[in-house]
């Protein structure tokens, strides 16, 4: 069964904007990763919180994690047109396993 | 320091044929993931291996799929008699070890498409 629900499915916002995505999960997890697909490329990873975790910043990133309510979201501040990509939260819910559960999907749209 | 290589990079085969698809982890990395990407949809989970070790394949189809690591050389996603449903992106991941939480390096992944 699908893990992980985004929300929205597609956000389309004007640079210099902040653009917010939402993940939900079922099961309890030891972490979350937010992950960043360009069209037709592979994945790369931004950041991993912890089960732990409530709050973590890289950059012009920022992640929450609410394990009461089994949800994260992912900030992203003053966007840019290169940050036009698809983004993936994925569940760990060992931490040791490597099986990442993936959810949808939020397809950002930055405008120039 | 190359990243996660996957080749080929796009793959055509007919019906019935065989898809062999190739990942090289990253140096140093041990421990490689396969999985699938439907069009429009997440990354669904594979097959986990280590050196010449399946560790977790409960997400490969029963039937005609099938992974391995060798000692040397690259992993191997291979698909026999494929079918049109079989046409979606394949993507390896590699990671150093397991166990607290890492994030893992994604090859640019193999596009195969079932004619």
């Known amino acids: 069964s699908q893990q992980g629900e985004e929300d929205p499915q597609a956000l389309s916002i004007q640079e210099g904007e902040n653009a917010t995505m939402n993940c939900s999960y079922k099961?309890?997890?030891?972490?979350l990763q937010w992950y960043r697909q360009n069209s037709g490329r592979g994945l790369v990873h931004l950041i991993l919180?912890?089960?732990?975790?409530r709050e973590k910043h890289s950059g012009r990133l920022r992640v929450t994690l609410d394990t009461s309510k089994k949800s994260s979201s992912l900030l992203i501040t003053a966007s840019r047109a290169a940050d036009t990509a698809s983004y993936f939260c994925?569940?760990?819910?060992?931490?040791?396993?490597?099986?990442?559960?993936f959810g949808q999907g939020t397809t950002l749209q930055v405008k120039p | 320091n190359a990243g996660v290589m996957q080749n080929p990079r796009h793959l055509v085969r007919r019906r019935g044929q065989e898809a062999r698809l190739r990942c090289s982890p990253m140096?140093?990395?041990?421990?490689v993931y396969w999985y699938r990407q439907l069009p429009e949809e997440g990354l669904k989970f594979m097959v986990y291996?280590?050196?010449?070790?399946?560790?977790?394949e409960s997400g490969m189809p029963k039937e005609r799929f099938s992974a391995e690591f060798p000692k040397e050389g690259p992993s191997i996603l291979r698909i026999q008699q494929v079918v049109r449903g079989d046409s979606a992106a394949y993507f390896c991941?590699?990671?150093?070890?397991?166990?607290?939480?890492?994030?893992?390096?994604f090859g640019s992944g193999t596009r195969l498409t079932v004619v």
């Open positions: 991941a590699s990671s150093p070890r397991t166990g607290e939480g890492y994030g893992y390096t």
């Open positions: 099961t309890s997890i030891n972490n």
């Open positions: 919180i912890r089960s732990n975790e």
């Open positions: 994925a569940t760990d819910e060992s931490g040791n396993t490597g099986k990442l559960i």
């Open positions: 140096k140093g990395h041990s421990h």
């Open positions: 291996l280590q050196k010449e070790n399946i560790i977790d």
